[in-house]
């Protein structure tokens, strides 16, 4: 009785540490997605932060607000962070919005690189386009 109850107090303990560290929007760890759009009248932007772990927050400019939306699989959240790591952002120099405009980032420990496109005389490639929209509909 008592290897039982030993077997089943490590099981525990050993599941309860494979769960993934939990962050906050005041704490996030070095290595982000980050994608969203702004512009308009209001000039409004909407900001969502993707990690690995799944965690995915979203922050308005205009309340000031950042909330926590519901979690992706760590499985899918690895697939985008792959998918953004062959785009090869950091090669690409794309800084034309619109009055609307939209993004994709990335962060990590070397830094960060941002694109943002929008304006109508400029046009951003399928690639990035379809991965920013596939990311984009993950969202509920």
């Known amino acids: 009785m008592k290897r039982t109850l030993l077997f089943t107090g490590l099981l525990f303990l050993t599941l ?16 982000q997605l980050v994608f969203g759009y702004g512009g308009g009248m209001a000039g409004k932007v909407d900001t ?3 990690l690995e772990n799944g965690q995915l927050f979203h922050n308005n400019s205009l309340t000031q607000e950042t909330i926590e939306l519901e979690t992706l699989s760590k499985k899918q959240a ?5 998918k953004l790591e062959e785009l090869s952002l950091s090669t690409l120099d794309f800084n034309h919005p619109g009055s609307r405009y939209y993004f994709l980032e990335e962060v ?3 830094g960060k690189h941002k694109i943002v496109w929008g304006a109508s005389d400029h046009k951003l490639s399928k690639k990035y386009l379809d991965f920013y929209k596939e990311i984009k509909n993950h969202i509920k």
């Open 48 to 50: 969502y932060i993707l």
């Open 78 to 82: 690895e697939e985008y962070f792959l």
């Open 108 to 110: 990590n420990k070397d």
């Open 16 to 31: 309860l540490g494979c769960k993934s560290q939990q962050y906050t929007f005041d704490e996030l760890p070095e290595k």
